[in-house]
């Protein structure tokens, strides 16, 4: 069963950092694609980094470059996001997805997220 | 970057009617479209992927369909499972991007 768990959330004052994780299982992590997602309290959601199977490329959006690195321990089949400068707008609950076989560019599994607090 | 606009925000509708989601595209995106299924306090999850393709275990109620920039999410007739929110996020280019979302809710 293909499993994605988040964690590392929580309070931080703005200009912080925080270091999320998303632990994966129940397939070949080192063949896909991973992402991470944000969804701020009762808003839509909003795509924010992706790595490609071996980690050489990396994506992010433009709301969170230069602040978040994306990484990944294809021998761990764990995925990081890395998150510096913390603003208020960050505060979310924040998803990891796998990327779909035929592309990367879909997300077919979730976590259940971790909730990052940005706040003085 | 891409804008995604779906339409309606809210539809409002009963068990057994049909639901004709929107989502309209600032540029084309070919077919490379995909709609998301959540349910409060759940992640979302994956119900059509390039545009008319279901996703694994997605029953045949549902449909997508559409290429370039007009997108429909249909589903025949509305099961109590399906009231949620659905999304729309394309991959024709970087940044990938999500729509706003439309309410599905018992009228």
């Known amino acids: 069963e293909v499993q994605v768990l988040e964690s590392g959330g929580g309070l931080v004052q703005p200009g912080g950092s925080l270091r999320l994780s998303c632990a994966a299982s129940?397939?070949?992590?080192?063949?896909?694609?991973m992402h991470w997602v944000r969804q701020a309290p009762g808003k839509g959601l909003e795509w924010v980094s992706s790595a490609t199977s071996s980690g050489d490329n990396t994506y992010y959006a433009d709301s969170v470059k230069g602040r978040f690195t994306i990484s990944r321990d294809n021998s761990k089949n764990t995925l990081y996001l890395q998150m510096n400068s913390l603003r208020a707008e960050d505060t979310a609950v924040y998803y990891c997805a796998k990327g779909t076989v035929t592309t990367m560019l879909y997300f077919d599994y979730w976590g259940q997220g971790t909730l990052v607090t940005v706040s003085s | 970057e891409i804008v995604l606009t779906q339409s309606p925000a809210t539809l409002s509708l009963s068990l057994g009617e049909r639901a004709t989601l929107s989502c309209r595209a600032s540029?084309?995106?070919?077919?490379?479209l995909a709609w998301y299924q959540q349910k409060p306090g759940q992640a979302p999850r994956l119900l059509i992927y390039d545009a008319s393709n279901r996703a694994t275990g997605i029953p045949a109620r549902v449909s997508g369909s559409g290429s370039g920039t007009d997108f429909t999410l249909t589903i025949s007739s509305l099961e109590p499972e399906d009231f949620a929110v659905y999304y729309c996020?394309?991959?024709?280019?970087?940044?990938?991007?999500f729509g706003g979302g439309t309410k599905v809710e018992i009228k």
């Open positions: 129940g397939f070949t992590f080192s063949s896909y694609g």
């Open positions: 540029q084309s995106v070919s077919s490379y």
């Open positions: 996020q394309q991959r024709r280019k970087w940044p990938l991007t």
